[in-house]
């Protein structure tokens, strides 16, 4: 069992004026000489945390790391009512990373996500396949409308009791309606008490789901505190409900941008929040890309999963940028 690099600091933070009045908070660590990667954190609306830093040999890398708009330590924070998520879309965050990349002076990077990271770098490459060397991806999502059906529809067949009290957390939706939409709108109504309640119902279905992997020692998502509850749900229920603004099935069809990028791909057979078979389609367009199946693990991974990751990041810090 591979483990993790010792916890390090960063050795630069800012934040960065990406317009529309936000400010997205950065941070570099590891060696400032090193190979440069990007952690492209999940949600969307989770934040990045410090763990993140501990995948990479930090005497060989770069390492950046950023919260998406809204969230973490960016500002304004999407748990105030008041910020207007008009100006956060996918297309704002592709940008947001490309402005990063110029600000810190990087002609080339690393991209290293999981969950709804891999659709943002998926994305992102797919714009500037130029700018990525390698792909490192663990709980490999592509957020087409058919996934987030899935994720809070679909999967309530093994979860039917948790699945009615998120349904009824919007009453007078029907069962074949528009759930995530729903909840969209309580998130954005006008007393707080109501958008922390939908809140509340939104985490206690997503830690449902991933129950049968915490075996109830945690909640994913409702141990957060209060605010960053508030932003991961609004900033969620946003993307999702929108179908994060992409074509269905854009990312799957556009594989062949990733042509020349080499690529791994890490996913739990056990993983039901994202079944498998979006990591093995994207597999199968791209070419350069290696699936690893994880078979004893879920969305958050296991020890297995983790050894994959670090792995292919050791493999990669190797090779020049």
Same mark, same amino acid.
């Given at each position: 069992m591979a483990e993790l690099y010792p916890a390090i600091e960063p050795y630069d933070t800012g934040m960065l004026d990406? +317009? &529309?009045?936000?400010?997205?908070?950065? @941070?570099?660590? $590891?060696?400032?000489?090193?190979?440069? /990667?990007?952690?492209?954190? *999940?949600?969307? +609306?989770? +934040?990045? *945390?410090? *763990? /993140?830093?501990?995948?990479f040999d930090p005497e060989r890398y770069r390492v950046v790391l950023f919260d998406q708009r809204n969230c973490g330590r960016s500002t304004p924070h999407a748990s105030d009512p008041g910020t207007d998520l008009?100006?956060?879309t996918t297309a704002h965050l592709i940008a947001d990373m490309e402005r990063l990349r110029n600000h810190l002076g990087i002609d080339r990077w690393l991209l290293h996500g999981w969950s709804w990271g891999s659709t943002l770098l998926l994305a992102y490459t797919g714009r500037h396949p130029r700018r990525v060397t390698e792909i490192v991806v663990s709980g490999v999502t592509t957020t087409r409308r058919s996934e987030i059906d899935w994720l809070y529809r679909g999967v309530g067949r093994f979860f039917p009791e948790q699945?009615?009290?998120? #349904?009824?957390?919007?009453? *007078?939706?029907?069962? /074949?309606?528009?759930?995530? $939409?729903?909840?969209?709108? %309580?998130m954005e109504h006008p007393d707080a008490a109501v958008r922390a309640g939908a809140a509340?119902?939104?985490?206690?279905? @997503? &830690?449902?789901? #991933?129950? $049968?992997?915490?075996?109830?020692? !945690?909640r994913p998502y409702g141990d957060r505190l209060p605010a960053a509850r508030l932003? %991961?749900?609004?900033?969620?229920?946003?993307?999702? !409900?929108? +179908?994060?603004? #992409?074509?269905?099935g854009a990312l799957l069809r556009e594989a062949d941008r990733l042509a020349g990028i080499p690529g791994v791909l890490v996913h739990g057979r056990l993983d039901m929040a994202g079944p498998l078979d979006t990591a093995?389609? %994207?597999?199968? /367009?791209?070419?350069?890309? @290696? %699936?690893?199946?994880? @078979? &004893?693990?879920?969305?958050?991974? !296991?020890?297995?999963?983790?050894?994959?990751?670090? $792995? =292919?990041? &050791?493999?990669? =810090?190797a090779d020049s940028a």
């Amino acid at each position: 069992m591979a483990e993790l690099y010792p916890a390090i600091e960063p050795y630069d933070t800012g934040m960065l004026d990406v +317009g &529309d009045g936000n400010l997205v908070y950065w @941070e570099v660590c $590891g060696n400032p000489a090193g190979k440069p /990667a990007l952690v492209v954190h *999940g949600g969307p +609306g989770s +934040g990045c *945390g410090p *763990g /993140a830093r501990r995948y990479f040999d930090p005497e060989r890398y770069r390492v950046v790391l950023f919260d998406q708009r809204n969230c973490g330590r960016s500002t304004p924070h999407a748990s105030d009512p008041g910020t207007d998520l008009r100006y956060n879309t996918t297309a704002h965050l592709i940008a947001d990373m490309e402005r990063l990349r110029n600000h810190l002076g990087i002609d080339r990077w690393l991209l290293h996500g999981w969950s709804w990271g891999s659709t943002l770098l998926l994305a992102y490459t797919g714009r500037h396949p130029r700018r990525v060397t390698e792909i490192v991806v663990s709980g490999v999502t592509t957020t087409r409308r058919s996934e987030i059906d899935w994720l809070y529809r679909g999967v309530g067949r093994f979860f039917p009791e948790q699945w009615e009290r998120f #349904l009824a957390g919007v009453p *007078g939706t029907p069962r /074949a309606g528009d759930v995530v $939409g729903a909840y969209a709108r %309580l998130m954005e109504h006008p007393d707080a008490a109501v958008r922390a309640g939908a809140a509340v119902r939104w985490c206690a279905w @997503e &830690d449902a789901v #991933l129950s $049968g992997e915490t075996k109830g020692t !945690s909640r994913p998502y409702g141990d957060r505190l209060p605010a960053a509850r508030l932003a %991961l749900v609004r900033i969620c229920s946003h993307y999702f !409900s929108h +179908g994060a603004w #992409l074509e269905e099935g854009a990312l799957l069809r556009e594989a062949d941008r990733l042509a020349g990028i080499p690529g791994v791909l890490v996913h739990g057979r056990l993983d039901m929040a994202g079944p498998l078979d979006t990591a093995w389609e %994207l597999s199968r /367009a791209w070419p350069d890309a @290696e %699936l690893n199946v994880v @078979e &004893d693990a879920g969305h958050l991974g !296991s020890t297995t999963t983790r050894d994959h990751v670090l $792995g =292919a990041l &050791d493999r990669f =810090a190797a090779d020049s940028a």
